[in-house]
């Protein structure tokens, strides 16, 4: 003859005061796995019967539940005495998208990836926008360092060098390629008529007029035109202040930098399942994917036609 322990709630609306009326509520036995369910009335109530889950015995853990949507309540118990009563209320786990990403939004990766957003439930799912946030944040800096490029407009600022030096190797040298790119526009283009040891005095070729130098926007490459100013050779005789970024992401630095959060996202839940113990049924083809030629050479073949071949100043 089945146990009678009945659970006795009121589910209310995320205002803590309005019924939740026709919302499914379940009722899990952790021991065993098992459920049982149903519908709250007109006044948010609900009485469902642990007792006739099959495994069921007082001292098993039950977890109460409700999802609906972006919202959900639950709550764990272990069972005692002949009956439960508690006040759920519904908690609003829907997550705005992430503002600190520069290439994709989170809501992009989650599509990209078929990926469903994070909901607070008795049986947590999807992925938090916050943990998209920290890893997506240090792939694209990441990007930047290795092509030496930024690829979005800094919410429109776009971004600064300023009086960045370069090296003349030898007393003929008229092209210098700055550090950072793709150029936007460029403020001082800077060369020192004096020789190494001596106070630096500039000539600003941007002051002098165009016909004495040149930019390549796009390789990030300054031409001194005219021999006259040439610098003698030493460190640190040539100094250029510009800004640089894109106007829009390119759809595939987007794509690499998904990749590539979804690589470390993938390989963060797979370290995080070994440090708890947890087993992964098929955790090897899992490993193999994330280890595959074939996303290696994805990310491999968009960094390669993306980066800048410079010739760097010694």
């Given at each position: 003859?089945?146990?009678?322990?009945?659970?006795?709630?009121?589910?209310?609306?995320?205002?803590?005061?309005?019924p939740a009326?026709?919302?499914?509520?379940?009722?899990?036995?952790e021991?065993?796995?098992?459920?049982?369910n149903g519908?709250?009335?007109?006044?948010?109530e609900?009485i469902?019967?642990?007792?006739?889950?099959?495994?069921f015995?007082?001292?098993?853990?039950i977890?109460?539940?409700s999802?609906?949507?972006?919202?959900?309540?639950?709550?764990?118990?272990v069972?005692?005495g002949?009956?439960y009563?508690?006040?759920?209320?519904?908690?609003?786990?829907?997550?705005s998208?992430?503002?600190?990403?520069?290439?994709?939004?989170a809501?992009?990766l989650?599509?990209?990836?078929?990926l469903?957003?994070?909901?607070s439930?008795s049986a947590p799912?999807?992925?938090?926008?916050e943990?998209?946030?920290?890893?997506?944040?240090?792939?694209?800096?990441?990007?930047?360092?290795i092509?030496?490029?930024?690829?979005?407009?800094?919410?429109?600022?776009?971004?600064?060098?300023?009086?960045?030096?370069?090296?003349?190797?030898?007393m003929?040298?008229?092209d210098?390629?700055?550090?950072?790119?793709?150029?936007?526009?460029?403020?001082?283009?800077?060369?020192?008529?004096?020789?190494?040891?001596?106070?630096?005095?500039?000539?600003?070729?941007?002051?002098?007029g165009?016909?004495?130098?040149s930019?390549?926007?796009e390789?990030?490459?300054?031409?001194?035109?005219?021999s006259?100013?040439?610098?003698?050779?030493?460190?640190?005789?040539?100094r250029?202040?510009?800004?640089?970024?894109a106007?829009?992401?390119?759809?595939?630095?987007?794509?690499?930098?998904?990749?590539?959060?979804?690589?470390?996202?993938?390989?963060?839940?797979?370290?995080?399942n070994?440090?708890?113990?947890?087993?992964?049924?098929?955790s090897?083809?899992?490993?193999?994917i994330?280890?595959?030629?074939?996303?290696?050479?994805e990310?491999?073949?968009i960094?390669n036609?993306?980066i800048?071949?410079?010739?760097?100043?010694?």
């Amino acid at each position: 003859m089945p146990t009678s322990y009945n659970v006795s709630l009121i589910l209310y609306d995320i205002d803590g005061s309005t019924p939740a009326v026709s919302k499914l509520v379940t009722v899990r036995d952790e021991t065993t796995a098992e459920t049982t369910n149903g519908t709250t009335n007109g006044s948010g109530e609900i009485i469902l019967n642990a007792g006739n889950l099959t495994g069921f015995a007082v001292g098993n853990t039950i977890t109460i539940y409700s999802v609906d949507g972006d919202k959900s309540a639950y709550e764990v118990y272990v069972t005692a005495g002949g009956s439960y009563n508690t006040t759920l209320t519904y908690v609003d786990t829907s997550v705005s998208d992430s503002t600190k990403l520069r290439y994709f939004t989170a809501a992009e990766l989650r599509e990209y990836f078929c990926l469903a957003t994070y909901n607070s439930s008795s049986a947590p799912s999807g992925i938090k926008t916050e943990q998209i946030e920290r890893i997506g944040e240090g792939v694209e800096g990441e990007i930047d360092r290795i092509l030496q490029q930024k690829f979005d407009d800094n919410d429109g600022s776009y971004y600064t060098s300023t009086e960045e030096y370069h090296n003349a190797i030898d007393m003929y040298q008229k092209d210098y390629f700055s550090d950072w790119g793709p150029i936007i526009s460029v403020s001082k283009f800077e060369v020192n008529n004096q020789q190494e040891g001596l106070t630096a005095i500039w000539d600003d070729l941007v002051d002098l007029g165009s016909q004495y130098y040149s930019v390549d926007l796009e390789t990030g490459r300054f031409r001194i035109e005219s021999s006259t100013y040439y610098p003698l050779k030493g460190p640190r005789q040539v100094r250029l202040t510009y800004t640089y970024g894109a106007s829009t992401v390119p759809k595939d630095i987007k794509r690499l930098a998904m990749l590539m959060t979804g690589r470390e996202l993938a390989s963060a839940n797979l370290i995080a399942n070994a440090i708890s113990g947890t087993e992964m049924e098929g955790s090897g083809g899992s490993i193999n994917i994330l280890d595959s030629n074939m996303i290696k050479n994805e990310i491999k073949t968009i960094i390669n036609s993306r980066i800048r071949i410079i010739a760097k100043n010694i």
